[in-house]
C-alpha cells in the first residue's frame, strides 16, 4: 500500500482545512487512520475510519471539530478539519493497517505517507 497525504497548509486559528490521503495498492481491507506529531513531541492518533462500513472514532482533543471520512472507490481518505487551534499545528500523517478492527496505536498501523504540514497561527 502507498499512501500519498496533500492539503496542508498555514491558516489562521477558527479557519478550516482539508486534508486528503490516496491510497494505492493493495487497499483491501485496510483501515485508515490520521495521526500527526507536532515538534518535540510525540506522534498522536487523530482520526481512524473502518473499512467495512465507514464507523468513524476520533481523539478527544478534536472530536466534534475533525471529520474523516473514505471514498473506497477513489481510494481516498479525507480529513475535515473545523475551527482549527494552534495546539492542531502538527506535520499529519495517513496510515493504513490491514485489519477488520480499527485502532488508536500507531504501532498498529504498516503503512505510512510522508506527512503534511498543517500550522494554525494565533
Known amino acids: 500500500v502507498q499512501l500519498q497525504a496533500s492539503g496542508g497548509g498555514l491558516v489562521q486559528a477558527g479557519e478550516s482545512l482539508r486534508l486528503s490521503c490516496a491510497a494505492s495498492?493493495?487497499?483491501?481491507?485496510?483501515?485508515m487512520g490520521w495521526f500527526r506529531q507536532a515538534p518535540g513531541k510525540e506522534r498522536e492518533f487523530v482520526a481512524g475510519i473502518l473499512q467495512s462500513d465507514a464507523s468513524s472514532y476520533y481523539s478527544d482533543s478534536v472530536k466534534g471539530r475533525f471529520t474523516i471520512s473514505r471514498d473506497n472507490a477513489k481510494n481516498t481518505v479525507d480529513l475535515q478539519m473545523n475551527s482549527l487551534k494552534p495546539e492542531d499545528t502538527a506535520i499529519y500523517y495517513c496510515?493504513?493497517?490491514?485489519?477488520?478492527?480499527?485502532?488508536?496505536?500507531?504501532?498498529?498501523?504498516?503503512?505510512w505517507g510522508q506527512g503534511t504540514l498543517v500550522t494554525v497561527s494565533s
Open positions: 496510515a493504513s493497517r490491514n485489519s477488520v478492527r480499527g485502532s488508536r496505536d500507531a504501532r498498529a498501523f504498516a503503512w
Open positions: 495498492g493493495r487497499t483491501f481491507r485496510t483501515n
